[in-house]
C-alpha cells in the first residue's frame, strides 16, 4: 500500500459520509487511536465493521490495509425479493397450466409449511418429488431457502431444524407471498 493509495480510500470514505460529517470524523479518531496506541487492531476491525455496516464496499476496502489474518469477511446473503417470488410462482403456474394438480400442489406445500412448521428438509423433500422431472425449476426452488439450510448447501444434512412461522427466510416471503395474492 501507498500513501496515494492512502489518501483515496480517505476521499471514498470523506465522499460517502459528505453528509454525516460525525461517521467521517468518528473513522478519523479511530485512525489516530490505533497509531497512538490507544486501541489495537481486534478494536479497529471491530468498529471499522460497525461505522461502515452500511457501506460493504469500504469495509472490503479497508482490509486491503490490514494484515491478511485480521481480514473482514463480509456475509453473503440472499438477496429474494417478492418480484422474484412472484416470478417463479407464474413460472410454476404456466409450466403446469395443464397439470393443475402439480400447481395446487405446490401452494398447498407452501401453505403447510406456513401452517404447520415444517422443516425446510421436510418442505425440500416435497418438493422434489413434485418436481422430479423439473430440476431447472427445483435449482430455482432452493434460492427461497435460508442461507444456512443444510438443503441450499447440498451438503451432508445434518438434523433439520423447525422453520417458525416468524422466520424471516426467503421461504417464508414466497409462503407469505402466496397468502397475500390469494394464489
Avoid: C, W
Avoid at 476496502?61 to 429474494?80: D, H, M, Q, T
Amino acid at each position: 500500500m501507498t500513501t496515494k493509495d492512502a489518501l483515496n480510500y480517505l476521499t471514498k470514505v470523506r465522499q460517502i459520509f459528505q453528509y454525516q460529517e460525525g461517521k467521517y470524523a468518528e473513522f478519523l479518531t479511530l485512525m489516530k487511536d490505533f497509531k497512538n496506541g490507544r486501541i489495537d487492531t481486534n478494536a479497529v476491525v471491530e468498529r471499522v465493521k460497525e461505522l461502515f455496516k452500511e457501506h460493504p464496499d469500504l469495509i472490503l476496502g479497508f482490509n486491503s490495509f490490514l494484515p491478511p489474518k485480521y481480514e473482514i469477511k463480509l456475509a453473503k446473503k440472499k438477496n429474494v425479493e417478492f418480484e422474484d417470488a412472484m416470478k417463479f410462482v407464474n413460472k410454476i403456474k404456466n409450466r403446469f397450466q395443464h397439470e393443475v394438480h402439480v400447481y395446487n400442489s405446490f401452494l398447498a406445500i407452501l401453505n403447510n409449511y406456513r401452517k404447520d412448521n415444517n422443516t425446510i428438509k421436510d418442505i425440500y423433500r416435497e418438493v422434489a418429488v413434485l418436481f422430479e422431472n423439473h430440476l431447472d425449476l427445483l435449482d430455482e426452488f432452493t434460492q427461497f431457502l435460508p442461507a444456512d439450510s443444510p438443503v441450499a448447501r447440498r451438503q451432508h444434512t445434518p438434523p433439520a431444524k423447525v422453520v417458525h412461522q416468524d422466520d424471516d427466510s426467503e421461504i417464508s416471503l414466497l409462503a407469505r407471498l402466496l397468502s397475500q395474492t390469494g394464489l
